[in-house]
């Protein structure tokens, strides 16, 4: 497994587990509260953390090595589990955060043993923004140059944006349910939880739908990123025996994965066996400069074989 896949299998496992302490510790809460928006709360992560382990099945799937029937490999897996995670995400998470916040507002529910409550959601939220933090190093670590949300837009590591997003969302939701249920029992008025659980709701269909419409560009298949043609330009210039570099196709196979395909114009007095040593030099370089770039084709093009 690629040292990529080690840290992106790292910060899954470590959300995973935090999920999980979370999601049972919520669960008992919403049991002796009775509060709507904690049982949101808890759904959500119990949601997030079958999220998590498909998100592993992705990442296992996507390091399978290449073969007969994928002779481009398995990388895009990864973009399928990473949409299917998004779907949950809209409609286990969210939709049940609605529909049980007007529930609630038909059947309003006191909040009772308000300790406990306010005592398991602030848990959750440090243990939440402990994971959340974690993985804003790791964007900043990979982004470059881009700013933040730039490269959330830009970047082919859909399983990362994945997990950020939702722990994201988590703690956002977790403040939302704690604003809920205080406004609930302080005022005696049980639709301030039911308004907590529908924005909860709100919340994770907002970031489930960012998150499908950029997985959606990568599963169907996206350039990859303008960096690597900045830097195929240069080892074509480097060349005096190629005259131009007419076209050149990226498409990101999975993260970290990039197939290319370019045609270049040569020297028309050019041997068979020059151009093979030339081409081989160049794929040499690009594998060099880019390693990323796992796949290259290269079409020599002469001035007098196209007249």
Known sequence: MSQRANSVTTHIIQSLIINLLIAVSKAFAAFITGA??????????????????????????GNKLADDKHPLGYGRAVYFWSFMVAMLLFSI?????????????????PIE??????????????LESYAMISNI??????KGKHRFFEYLRATKDSDLVVVFGENSAAVFGL???ILAMLLSYYTGNAIYDAYGSIAIGVVLILVAIFLAIEVKSLLIGESANEAILEGLNKIIASHKQVHQLISCITIQQGPGE????????CDAHISTLELSILINK???????????????FVEPDMEEWRN
Request: aromatic share 8%; net charge positive; proline share 2%.
């Open 36 to 61: 709507g928006s904690m049982l949101a709360e808890a759904i959500h992560s119990f949601a997030d953390c079958a999220n998590q382990l498909l998100l592993l099945v992705g990442v296992k799937q």
């Open 282 to 296: 160049i794929e040499a370089e690009i594998r060099s400069a880019t390693p990323e770039v796992k796949w290259i």
């Open 258 to 265: 990039v197939l290319m395909c370019i045609k270049i114009k």
């Open 175 to 177: 403040v939302f349910a």
């Open 93 to 109: 998470g969210g939709m049940f955060s609605i529909y049980e916040g007007f529930h609630k507002l038909s059947h309003p529910q």
């Open 113 to 126: 043993h308000m300790a406990w409550g306010i005592g398991v959601l602030v848990f959750s939220i440090i």
């Open 137 to 142: 190093k790791e964007i900043n670590t990979r």
